[in-house]
């Protein structure tokens, strides 16, 4: 679970909401099984663009059997959740597709993505941004707040977002098949677990070998801060961010040598052209180039 400390809380603004699979499926025939009310344009947009090519449910309406009944949460507004969708597609989607091939993508890429219009928020000042669960699904937060989050531009939208759905697939591809135990030795003793967000672990992380506070919760959350914060920022931001580690450099460019081999071995992916093709589709949304409000189907 990817956890973001904040000082400030966020107050939202309160705006109108828009409105039997067999044992042995045939990998060729989607697993989604459409339910027989009437459809909007936005559903049919959505099987257009996730169920058939990818087999992937996108779900915006607010599911409570779906949801964590541990927080106070409220549903996303769909006036919201259609640029989501088109972003998640454009950005992440099709990116990995580029580099590794759509089946890569429709096999490893989690069946459901929930979409929940407020933070989740915990009792140790941290909200919860995002959760992957068993592979299956990835539940985003907050995305009520999207228009002001996007308006601050590409870096933000990555942080409240993207960053946590590019940690969360890390996860699964580690899962799926792990990555060498090397990795865990190099900062094995400074692992905090969830000390982490302890004033004394907030700041200085670079210094001790880690590219976020959260990545020294362990050597698996450390794993995937490293490919998505790497995928999802240009060459100079790693490069400044190495600059500023100083003796903890050593540590964060061992790990990642070894992360860089074991993704491109495991699962033929180099992380230098796959940041290059997220970077790229990202100037493309945020130069306009794509609509991101269309429901229209091709």
Not at 261 to 280: A, F, G, H, P, V
Request: glycine letters at 6%; a negative charge; aromatic letters at 12%.
């Amino acid at each position: 679970m990817k956890k973001i400390i904040y000082s400030l809380i966020f107050i939202l603004a309160v705006l109108p909401i828009v409105s039997c699979s067999k044992d042995d499926p045939d990998e060729n025939q989607s697993i989604i099984q459409v339910n027989s009310k009437s459809k909007n344009a936005f559903d049919k947009w959505l099987d257009n663009n996730y169920v058939l090519p990818y087999n992937i449910r996108f779900m915006y309406r607010m599911e409570t059997i779906e949801s964590d009944m541990n927080y106070t949460l409220v549903p996303a507004i769909m006036g919201y959740s259609i640029p989501m969708a088109h972003m998640v597609k454009y950005m992440c989607l099709e990116a990995y597709d580029e580099v590794a091939g759509v089946s890569f993508t429709r096999k490893y890429f989690p069946k459901q993505i929930h979409l929940i219009g407020s933070p989740a928020y915990n009792n140790n000042g941290t909200i919860v941004l995002g959760v992957a669960e068993g592979g299956k699904k990835i539940t985003l937060y907050n995305i009520n707040s999207l228009q002001t989050i996007f308006n601050n531009g590409v870096d933000a939208v990555n942080d409240y977002y993207f960053h946590t759905i590019h940690h969360e697939f890390s996860h699964i591809l580690h899962q799926t098949k792990p990555y060498p135990a090397s990795f865990s030795q190099i900062s094995g003793a400074d692992y905090v677990s969830g000390n982490w967000s302890d004033d004394q672990f907030i700041s200085g992380y670079l210094q001790r070998g880690f590219v976020s506070a959260y990545a020294q919760s362990s050597d698996d959350e450390d794993f995937a801060e490293m490919v998505s914060i790497y995928i999802t920022n240009t060459a100079d931001y790693w490069n400044n961010l190495l600059a500023s580690a100083g003796s903890g450099a050593a540590k964060i460019k061992a790990k990642f040598d070894l992360i860089d081999t074991y993704m491109k071995k495991e699962w033929n992916i180099d992380l230098s052209t796959l940041r290059q093709e997220i970077i790229r589709r990202e100037n493309d949304v945020f130069s306009g180039k794509i609509d991101l409000n269309s429901v229209e189907i091709d």
